[in-house]
C-alpha cells in the first residue's frame, strides 16, 4: 500500500482529493498496488468536510510518517513550498506538484535532489493545466533535438484577447467580464502582466533545452497596452493577437531566445485557432516536425488529474527515480531580447508628416495594414524581420520626425 | 552498456537507425546508459550503407544474442512479425513497435507476454506517427475516465478530403495527386477503405476503456463515394469532411460504440482545422475534459522518432515492467452500428415527387441545404438524431416514395 498526502487544500487540493476519491479503484488498478490518501495539510478548519479527519496543521506529521510515500504540494508560491518540498524528497519521499513558480525558480535544484535521494518530482500540473506536456515533451519526444516550444500558456489573457477579437471588447471591459466569471484574479497582475507565462516557458525552455531558465532572464510584455484598433488591424490581414510565450534553441552555441509577448499569429493555422481559456503548445523537434498539444489550461479538475496522473506515476515507480532533470545554471543564459529577429506591428500617429511615408523612407519597404474607420492620420503596418534592437533604432527616428507610436506588437512567422 | 536491434530496414526502419545515430549522445543522456544499435534484420543487402556491418539475415542471431535488450519490430504485418516478437519478450528483450496491425489484432495477448517476462511491449508509433499519443493517454491521463476518443488517424485520406474541400478536385484527383507525391500506397484500399484508422481507434479504444477490441468488430467506412457535391454541401453550413475514428464508452455497463466514418465537423473547432497530411486526436476525460493531440501522423521520420523513444524508454526502464495493458476480449464488445445516434446528412435526387419535402414528411423536421448550382430535382438536407437503424428505416422508405439516395454522410456534434 502506498500513502498519500496533499499539502494545501485550495482549489487545485480540494480537485486532487475529489479526483483521487472519485476514480480509486481504476488508480489502483493502473498503479498495480493499493492506494490511499492519508492526510490533507492546511491551516484552516474544514468540519464539514466528508474528509476531516483527515486534515493536519503540523507538517512533521506528514513528514515524520514512513508510511507517506508521496507527497502532492499544492501550496503554491515559494515558501513554505520550498521548505517542504525539500524536507520531504530529503526523507525519501515523491513528489508532485502544480507549482510553476517554485519549479520556475528551484527546478533544477529539486530535481537534484530528487535523483539524489532515488524519488521523484514531477510537475506536468505546472505548466497548460490538464494538457500533457511535461512527459511527452520529456519522454515521448525524447528521440528529438527540440528545436523551438511556442504556447498559448496563460488561459485567463486568451480569455480577454478572445474577447476583444470576437465581440470587439476593450481590454478594460473584457477583463472585468473575466474577472465577473471567476477566470482572473482581483489582483490579474500575473496574468495581464505576463508573469505566469514567463515561467511556464522557462519550465519548457528548462525541460526542453536541459538547462535551468531563470524568470527574470526572460523579457515579458503583457496584453494591458492593447487596443481594439491593433485587433482591428490584425484581423484585416488575417490574424488575432495572442499572449505567447517562446522558446527557441540557440544555433551553434550561441544563448537561446526566450520571451513571453503579445503576438500576431495567423488565424488559419492551430495556435491562431485556440481561443478563450484554453492553452496550446507547439513543439518542433528535428524529427517529428510540428506537434501540438491543446485543452484546458487552468480550471480545478484539469489541474488535479494532471497532479493525480503524477501521483500514479510515483506510485508505480516507487523507489526508483525517472530520469527527468535539467542541469543547473547561474542565469544569463537567454540572449537580449535586442538581438531577437521578428517583423513587428506598428501602429502611429501624424499630425505634420505623413507615418506611412515617412515608415517607408525609414524602413525601404513595409506592408500597410488599413481597418475601417481609419483616421487618416494614423498609419498601421508590419516592418520586415529585424533585431528588436533595429526596430527600436527605427522607432526613435520615426519619433524624430514627429510620428508618434501608438502599438508595437510583434508577428509571428507562420507556424 | 544496451543494445538494441532493430528488424526490418523499410521506411520506419531506415528513419529508426537514422535518428538513433544521429541523436544518440542525446539519447544516452536520456536513458543514463551507453546504447549501441548491434544489428539489423533485412533479408535484402544493403552493400552500399553505412551501417552494412550491422545486417543479419537470421533472425536467431538477434534473439540468442542476450547482449540485445531492446528490439525494433518495424516490419509490419501480422507474420512473421509476431513469431519474432513472442519469441523475443519470452527472452526477456522488450519490443517497440509501429506495427498497428499487430497491435490491433494480438496487443492483448503481446502484453501479457511482455508482463509474464517483466519487460515492456510498447507501440507509441503505432497511432498518429510522431504525436505522442499512447503514452499520454496511459499516463499523463491516468486520474481521468477516458469518456471518447475521436481521432483524424489517416494522413493519406486527410490530404485527399482537404484537396477535395480547399481546391474542389474530385475524388479521383484527389487520389492521383496523392499517389504522385507519395501519400498515397498505389494499392490504397487500405487507407482508402478505412481499414487504417480502423486499426488506430481499435488500439486506443483498447487502451482508453481496458478491453481489447477487435477490428472486425468495428464498422469501417471509406471515403470513395463522397463527392464534390457532398463537399459543397458541407461547406455550405460551415462544415468540412473528415475521416474520423471515433470510440465511446458504453454508459451503465452497456456496450461501447465504435467506428469509423467520414463525417461533417464544424470547420471551427479544433479536429475541423486539421488539414493536410496531418493528424489529430481528441481525448475526452472526467476531470480534464478535451485535450487534443495535433502532429504528422505518418512519414519516415516522424514515426522513426516514435519508435527510438520507446526504445529509449525501455532501456531507462530495464527490466522492470511498465504497467500497460488492458484485459483480453473474445471480441463482441462493440454496440452495433445499427445503435449508434447521429445526426444524418442525406443528398437525394426525385424525378416523379419532391424529395425535400417527402424527405419533411418522414424526418418531421430536417435541416435542408443549398450549393452553387443545385440542380432543381436533387435535395440536400440534415437529419435530426436518431440511431442508424432509424436512418436507414426511413431512407428505405424515401427509395419507396420514388427518392433516390445519393449520398449520406455522419454529422459529428460540435466538440
Same mark, same amino acid.
Given at each position: 500500500?502506498?500513502?498519500?498526502?496533499?499539502?494545501?487544500?485550495?482549489?487545485?487540493?480540494?480537485?486532487?482529493?475529489?479526483?483521487?476519491?472519485?476514480?480509486?479503484?481504476?488508480?489502483?488498478?493502473?498503479?498495480?498496488?493499493?492506494?490511499?490518501?492519508?492526510?490533507?495539510?492546511?491551516?484552516?478548519?474544514?468540519?464539514?468536510?466528508?474528509?476531516?479527519?483527515?486534515?493536519?496543521?503540523?507538517?512533521?506529521?506528514?513528514?515524520?510518517?514512513?508510511?507517506?510515500?508521496?507527497?502532492?504540494?499544492?501550496?503554491?508560491?515559494?515558501? @513554505?513550498?520550498?521548505?517542504?518540498?525539500?524536507?520531504?524528497?530529503?526523507?525519501?519521499?515523491?513528489?508532485?506538484?502544480?507549482?510553476?513558480?517554485?519549479?520556475?525558480?528551484?527546478?533544477?535544484?529539486?530535481?537534484?535532489?530528487?535523483?539524489?535521494?532515488?524519488?521523484?518530482?514531477?510537475?506536468?500540473?505546472?505548466?497548460?493545466?490538464?494538457?500533457?506536456?511535461?512527459?511527452?515533451?520529456?519522454?515521448?519526444?525524447?528521440?528529438?533535438?527540440?528545436?523551438?516550444?511556442?504556447?498559448?500558456?496563460?488561459?485567463?489573457?486568451?480569455?480577454?484577447?478572445?474577447?476583444?477579437?470576437?465581440?470587439?471588447?476593450?481590454?478594460?471591459?473584457?477583463?472585468?467580464?473575466?474577472?465577473?466569471?471567476?477566470?482572473?484574479?482581483?489582483? @490579474?497582475?500575473?496574468?495581464?502582466?505576463?508573469?505566469?507565462?514567463?515561467?511556464?516557458?522557462?519550465?519548457?525552455?528548462?525541460?526542453?533545452?536541459?538547462?535551468?531558465?531563470?524568470?527574470?532572464?526572460?523579457?515579458?510584455?503583457?496584453?494591458?497596452?492593447?487596443?481594439?484598433?491593433?485587433?482591428?488591424?490584425?484581423?484585416?490581414?488575417?490574424?488575432?493577437?495572442?499572449?505567447?510565450?517562446?522558446?527557441?534553441?540557440?544555433?551553434?552555441?550561441?544563448?537561446?531566445?526566450?520571451?513571453?509577448?503579445?503576438?500576431?499569429?495567423?488565424?488559419?493555422?492551430?495556435?491562431?485557432?485556440?481561443?478563450?481559456?484554453?492553452?496550446?503548445?507547439?513543439?518542433?523537434?528535428?524529427?517529428?516536425?510540428?506537434?501540438?498539444?491543446?485543452?484546458?489550461?487552468?480550471?480545478?479538475?484539469?489541474?488535479?488529474?494532471?497532479?493525480?496522473?503524477?501521483?500514479?506515476?510515483?506510485?508505480?515507480?516507487?523507489?526508483?527515480?525517472?530520469?527527468?532533470?535539467?542541469?543547473?545554471?547561474?542565469?544569463?543564459?537567454?540572449?537580449?531580447?535586442?538581438?531577437?529577429?521578428?517583423?513587428?506591428?506598428?501602429?502611429?500617429?501624424?499630425?505634420?508628416?505623413?507615418?506611412?511615408?515617412?515608415?517607408?523612407?525609414?524602413?525601404?519597404?513595409?506592408?500597410?495594414?488599413?481597418?475601417?474607420?481609419? @483616421?487618416?492620420?494614423?498609419?498601421?503596418?508590419?516592418? @520586415?524581420?529585424?533585431?528588436?534592437?533595429?526596430?527600436?533604432?527605427?522607432?526613435?527616428?520615426?519619433?524624430?520626425?514627429?510620428?508618434?507610436?501608438?502599438?508595437?506588437?510583434?508577428?509571428?512567422?507562420?507556424?
Amino acid at each position: 500500500m502506498i500513502q498519500f498526502a496533499v499539502l494545501g487544500y485550495g482549489t487545485v487540493g480540494s480537485g486532487v482529493v475529489e479526483v483521487f476519491f472519485r476514480n480509486r479503484e481504476s488508480l489502483e488498478r493502473k498503479a498495480g498496488v493499493p492506494l490511499g490518501l492519508k492526510y490533507i495539510l492546511d491551516v484552516r478548519e474544514f468540519p464539514d468536510s466528508p474528509y476531516k479527519d483527515l486534515f493536519v496543521k503540523d507538517f512533521d506529521t506528514i513528514l515524520n510518517d514512513d508510511s507517506v510515500g508521496v507527497v502532492a504540494e499544492v501550496i503554491g508560491g515559494v515558501e @513554505p513550498a520550498l521548505t517542504f518540498t525539500k524536507a520531504c524528497l530529503e526523507r525519501g519521499k515523491s513528489v508532485v506538484t502544480s507549482n510553476k513558480e517554485l519549479v520556475a525558480q528551484h527546478g533544477a535544484e529539486l530535481l537534484a535532489i530528487a535523483r539524489a535521494n532515488n524519488v521523484n518530482y514531477l510537475f506536468e500540473a505546472s505548466v497548460g493545466g490538464g494538457i500533457p506536456i511535461i512527459r511527452p515533451l520529456h519522454s515521448c519526444l525524447a528521440a528529438n533535438r527540440i528545436e523551438e516550444v511556442i504556447g498559448i500558456l496563460n488561459g485567463t489573457t486568451n480569455f480577454i484577447l478572445t474577447k476583444m477579437f470576437r465581440e470587439g471588447m476593450s481590454f478594460e471591459s473584457a477583463l472585468a467580464l473575466a474577472q465577473r466569471l471567476g477566470y482572473a484574479e482581483r489582483d @490579474p497582475a500575473a496574468d495581464v502582466e505576463g508573469h505566469d507565462a514567463c515561467r511556464k516557458i522557462c519550465i519548457l525552455a528548462s525541460l526542453a533545452f536541459g538547462e535551468h531558465v531563470y524568470p527574470h532572464d526572460v523579457s515579458a510584455e503583457g496584453i494591458a497596452k492593447i487596443t481594439s484598433e491593433d485587433v482591428a488591424y490584425a484581423a484585416s490581414c488575417g490574424c488575432v493577437i495572442k499572449l505567447i510565450g517562446a522558446a527557441r534553441r540557440g544555433e551553434d552555441g550561441k544563448k537561446m531566445t526566450a520571451y513571453v509577448a503579445p503576438a500576431f499569429i495567423n488565424r488559419e493555422t492551430q495556435l491562431g485557432t485556440i481561443d478563450d481559456v484554453f492553452n496550446g503548445i507547439l513543439v518542433r523537434g528535428d524529427a517529428t516536425g510540428d506537434v501540438v498539444f491543446y485543452g484546458k489550461g487552468a480550471g480545478k479538475l484539469p489541474t488535479a488529474s494532471a497532479v493525480v496522473s503524477d501521483m500514479i506515476a510515483c506510485a508505480k515507480a516507487d523507489g526508483s527515480s525517472a530520469s527527468m532533470s535539467w542541469k543547473p545554471s547561474q542565469g544569463g543564459n537567454v540572449a537580449p531580447q535586442g538581438d531577437h529577429v521578428t517583423a513587428m506591428y506598428l501602429r502611429c500617429r501624424a499630425f505634420e508628416t505623413n507615418a506611412l511615408e515617412e515608415a517607408v523612407k525609414i524602413f525601404g519597404k513595409v506592408k500597410a495594414l488599413s481597418r475601417p474607420d481609419k @483616421p487618416t492620420n494614423e498609419a498601421a503596418f508590419i516592418t @520586415p524581420a529585424l533585431t528588436e534592437r533595429e526596430i527600436d533604432d527605427v522607432c526613435g527616428k520615426l519619433a524624430a520626425a514627429g510620428v508618434d507610436i501608438l502599438g508595437k506588437i510583434r508577428v509571428l512567422a507562420d507556424q
